[in-house]
C-alpha cells in the first residue's frame, strides 16, 4: 500500500491543522494506522494509533486531550486532527500502516508501510 501525507504547514501556537494520510489499494480496512513524528537529530516518537475499524484509539501522553485520530475507511483516508497547538509538536508528521487484526498499539517497528512526511511548523 502506498500512503501520501498532506495538511501540514505553518501555524501559530494555539492553533489547529488536519492531518490527512490517503492510501492506495482496496484493502485500507485491514491495516491499523498510526501517526508518528521526528525532528531533525531526534528519534521517530508515536504520536497516535488507530485500529482497523476505528474502534481502539491510542495517543502519546504528550498530544492527549489535543490531537485526534480518526479514519474513514471509505475514502482510505486516515486524519490526524491537532488542535491547541505548541511549538513542541514542531516535527515531521508521518503516516504509517499495520496489516493486523490486533486491537492493542502496534509498536513502531512493526509498521509495514510508511508515508513521505508532512511538515508541520508551530510558530510562538
Known amino acids: 500500500v502506498q500512503l501520501q501525507a498532506s495538511g501540514g504547514g505553518l501555524v501559530q501556537a494555539g492553533g489547529s491543522l488536519r492531518l490527512s494520510c490517503g492510501a492506495s489499494g482496496r484493502t485500507f480496512s485491514s491495516y491499523a494506522m498510526g501517526w508518528f513524528r521526528q525532528v531533525p537529530g531526534k528519534e521517530r516518537e508515536f504520536v497516535a494509533h488507530?485500529?482497523?475499524?476505528?474502534?481502539?484509539?491510542y495517543y502519546a501522553d504528550s498530544v492527549k486531550g489535543r490531537f485526534t485520530i480518526s479514519r474513514d475507511n471509505c475514502k482510505n483516508t486516515v486524519y490526524l486532527q491537532m488542535n491547541s497547538l505548541k511549538t513542541e509538536d514542531t516535527a515531521v508528521y508521518y503516516c504509517?500502516?499495520?496489516?493486523?487484526?490486533?486491537?492493542?498499539?502496534?509498536?513502531?517497528?512493526?509498521?509495514?508501510?510508511w508515508g513521505q512526511g508532512t511538515l508541520v511548523t508551530v510558530s510562538s
Open positions: 504509517a500502516a499495520v496489516q493486523t487484526y490486533r486491537s492493542d498499539l502496534i509498536p513502531s517497528h512493526e509498521y509495514d508501510y
Open positions: 488507530i485500529t482497523r475499524s476505528g474502534g481502539s484509539r
